[in-house]
């Protein structure tokens, strides 16, 4: 049988979730920790598509991830937030279709 809910599907549909409800008045702490969340994984996202040779969608998930990273943080204000937050879910959701873990080579020893 094949196993559709992977780590990455489940982590995106969580991740796009959190995007979304970010739209609603929040306390600061809960964007500190949507931006490493965020960036955690697009950054895993851009690392599968590259594995797969899904290279526009490697630099999309890398660009998301740069966009997220709370180490070097993107001012800007929170309307524009509102709009690339909600763009940001739904590239997630979107990616679930076209990124997905090789379930030939998981779970077996690279040689």
Not at 77 to 91: E, N
Not at 93 to 102: D, N, Y
Request: hydrophobic share 50%; with cysteine.
């Amino acid at each position: 049988m094949k196993q559709y809910f992977t780590f990455s599907v489940i982590s995106r549909i969580l991740t796009s979730g959190l995007l979304f409800w970010a739209l609603a008045r929040h306390p600061y702490g809960y964007f500190i920790l949507l931006r490493w969340i965020t960036c955690g994984v697009t950054a895993y996202c851009a690392y599968l598509s590259y594995s797969i040779k899904r290279i526009t969608w490697a630099w999309i998930c890398g660009f998301l991830a740069l966009l997220f990273n709370p180490l070097a943080p993107v001012r800007l204000d929170r309307q524009t937030w509102a709009y690339l937050d909600v763009a940001a879910g739904a590239v997630l959701l979107v990616s679930i279709f076209f990124v997905r873990e090789s379930t030939a080579t998981k779970g077996q020893p690279n040689v």
